[in-house]
């Protein structure tokens, strides 16, 4: 019989994830599975918290992957910390700020929306007007927006909210590994991420932590949480001293992550925020030299996630195509009011080397010459 796993290419994933993976991540998921409440397993999940909290800068206890990508990440923040009712303000210049919007409003909260041209970042000042103007149980931000390749200023944003009693949700599905993240001196008080891009892991887990004022909130509920699957209390007995059952743990993803965590560890979170933005510049530099112009100015760049206006009069899918065709390199297109317009080409953890970044531009300049 014939088994479709055999042709699998070697691709280069240069798009908005996933991003390459290393071997030594391949070689940890291939390892023998243990039972997912072996002791030798519980010992692998407590390192690996304490991964995720140096990664993050943070000293919260509740600091977890759970159970599916970075979108379940994003579905566990607002489930377990958003009551009907509950008046939420998101902020929004991309896709992922759009489905935080609708997730809070199936969940029946009264959101507001502050919405900023994509390709642009959120204006904190309009921030500071709307936080005058009303108070929120929940403000929640996309630090690095994936649909646009704008870096969002969630430092600024935080300190707005320092002393009140809303609860500052960040997306850093994209942002953690690639650039610098501060949970705690930047007063954010639940994030959540995925494996699958700069931690340079395969998609399925999704690292989440909560600050003791988060909890607070979870714990103070009038209503029950309305995912069982996907609640913290729950999870959080799992991966707590008593090992509570809840669900059977990915245990080989676990391992991919711990190991992707060492990774980055080893290296030096420094020396890996360098290498994402060196080669960022020598990409920015070749397309540039193509006469491509870059959608986000220079000091809202990510030098994870690169956005360039296409050619004009160029077929952007049908390039696309044979980049992937003929010379097997992903790249990813535009979304929204960007579809058809832009490219997207990710620089994200393994991916992030010079080496990439020539074999590319030197394929992108025959395609569109």
């Given at each position: 019989?014939?088994?479709l ?20 991540v ?5 390892k ?6 072996d002791?030798y397993?519980?010992k ?12 993050l800068n943070?000293?919260n206890?509740?600091?977890v992957?759970?159970s ?13 910390l958003v009551?009907?009712?509950d ?27 502050l919405e900023?041209?994509?390709g ?12 005058r ?5 929940i403000v929640?931000?996309?630090h690095?927006e ?28 994209t ?6 993240v501060r ?19 395969p998609?399925?887990?999704?690292p ?6 988060a909890?607070a ?8 949480v309305?995912?069982?699957?996907l ?7 799992y ?8 669900h059977?743990?990915?245990v ?7 190991r ?6 080893e ?13 960022h ?14 959608v986000?100015?220079k ?24 980049l ?17 317009k ?7 953890g393994?991916?992030?080397k ?6 590319f531009?030197?394929a ?6």
């Amino acid at each position: 019989m014939k088994n479709l796993l055999d042709g699998i290419e070697d691709v280069l994933l240069m798009g908005p994830g996933p991003s390459c993976v290393p071997p030594e991540v391949y070689e940890a998921i291939g390892k023998k599975t243990l039972g997912h409440l072996d002791p030798y397993f519980l010992k692998i999940m407590d390192e690996l918290k304490e991964h995720l909290r140096t990664l993050l800068n943070t000293k919260n206890t509740l600091t977890v992957p759970i159970s599916g990508t970075g979108s379940a990440g994003m579905e566990a923040c607002f489930v377990n910390l958003v009551e009907p009712g509950d008046r939420v303000l998101i902020l929004i210049n991309g896709v992922f700020g759009v489905r935080m919007r609708e997730v809070a409003s199936r969940l029946g909260a009264e959101v507001d929306a502050l919405e900023f041209t994509w390709g642009t970042p959120v204006v904190v000042d309009d921030v500071a007007k709307k936080l005058r103007e009303k108070s929120y149980r929940i403000v929640a931000v996309v630090h690095a927006e994936t649909s646009t390749g704008v870096c969002n200023p969630v430092e600024e944003i935080g300190a707005l909210l320092k002393g009140s009693d809303a609860i500052y949700l960040v997306d850093t599905v994209t942002s953690l590994g690639g650039i610098e993240v501060r949970m705690d001196d930047w007063g954010i008080d639940a994030l959540y991420s995925g494996t699958q891009k700069c931690l340079s892991c395969p998609p399925g887990l999704a690292p989440l932590s909560f600050s003791e004022k988060a909890m607070a909130k979870l714990n103070g509920r009038k209503t029950k949480v309305p995912n069982w699957y996907l609640d913290i209390s729950l999870i959080a007995a799992y991966w707590g001293q008593n090992r509570v059952y809840h669900h059977t743990a990915p245990v080989n993803m676990t391992y991919a992550l711990y190991r992707a965590l060492l990774l980055i560890l080893e290296e030096g979170p420094e020396s890996v925020f360098r290498r994402h933005l060196d080669n960022h510049l020598l990409l920015v530099k070749g397309l540039e030299g193509m006469g491509l112009n870059m959608v986000v100015e220079k000091p809202w760049r990510l030098p994870m996630l690169n956005t360039a206006y296409c050619p004009e009069g160029l077929d952007e899918l049908a390039a696309r195509r044979c980049l992937r065709g003929e010379y097997r390199i992903e790249i990813g297109g535009g979304l929204g009011p960007l579809a058809g317009k832009i490219w997207r080409i990710g620089l994200m953890g393994h991916t992030a080397k010079k080496e990439n970044v020539e074999r590319f531009l030197d394929a992108l300049r025959e395609v569109i010459s």
